[in-house]
């Protein structure tokens, strides 16, 4: 019997990357990290000094560029053209730069093709945007997971803190707010519920709670 798809979208530190790694894992799916992709890309194009909004220039860079997905002992590793960029690519200039290159419709083209294949097989957990709407339209199972600006801009913060990286709590949140301002705002496939997820308020819940949740709506649907 085939496996169901996962898809999980939501704001920005809504958890998702954290919660849609221990479903994956407690079913044996593959973790996906959609974001991860468009982090990588960035992260090239930065590197590259390319212009960030010219969309058919990051489509070029994109279709000479392998973005490999590996699952590590405790986090997803990111290759970029063979080398491990997972810490480069959670940098503030990448964080703060990836919406512009998120918004060009030629990139999303691209990269939904590349999720789409990865999903081909089912029993994946992607995270993401679009997933629901756009990626995985039919995938069995969607989540939309949503928490306050202010809760995720702490969750943000302490793991920043706990890191020993220095942070600024106000900064955080106005920044979390603003990509997702980008995020939701934008023509090609923005930050939107589908209309068959579920939506899941994480504000007042522990992760392993929000993981249970979605465990069992996981259940009801295999
Ligand atoms: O999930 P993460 O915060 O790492 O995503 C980084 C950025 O990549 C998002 O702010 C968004 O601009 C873009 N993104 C997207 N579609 C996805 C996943 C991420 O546009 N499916």
Redesign the pocket.
């Known amino acids: 019997k085939k496996r169901i798809n996962i898809a999980i979208d939501g704001p920005?530190g809504a958890g998702?990357?954290t919660v849609a790694r221990q479903v994956a894992d407690y079913l044996s799916f593959l973790y996906i990290?959609?974001?991860?992709m468009?982090?990588a890309l960035t992260y090239k194009a930065i590197e590259r000094e390319i212009d960030l909004e010219n969309g058919p220039l990051l489509k070029e860079l994109l279709n000479e560029t392998v973005i490999d997905l590996k699952v590590g002992e405790e986090e997803q590793h990111v290759f970029l053209d063979n080398k491990d960029v997972t810490t480069d690519i959670r940098s503030y200039n990448v964080?703060n730069n990836?919406?512009f290159v998120?918004?060009q419709s030629e990139v999303?083209e691209e990269m939904v093709k590349r999720q789409k294949v990865l999903a081909d097989k089912g029993g994946v957990v992607m995270?993401?945007?679009?997933?629901g709407t756009h990626?995985l339209p039919n995938s069995e199972l969607k989540v939309f997971l949503i928490a306050s600006v202010e809760e995720r801009a702490s969750r943000r913060y302490k793991e920043l803190i706990e890191k020993g990286i220095e942070a600024d709590y106000n900064t955080i949140k106005d920044e979390i707010a603003l990509?997702d301002k980008?995020?939701s705002e934008r023509e090609v496939?923005p930050l939107v519920k589908a209309n068959d997820a579920s939506e899941i308020d994480t504000t007042s819940m522990t992760i392993s709670e929000v993981v249970d949740c979605i465990l069992q709506l996981a259940k009801e649907r295999s």
Do not use: C, L, Q
């Open positions: 920005a998702k990357s990290d959609t974001g991860a468009y982090r964080t990836v919406s998120a918004r999303r995270d993401g945007r679009d997933i990626v990509r980008r995020d496939a």
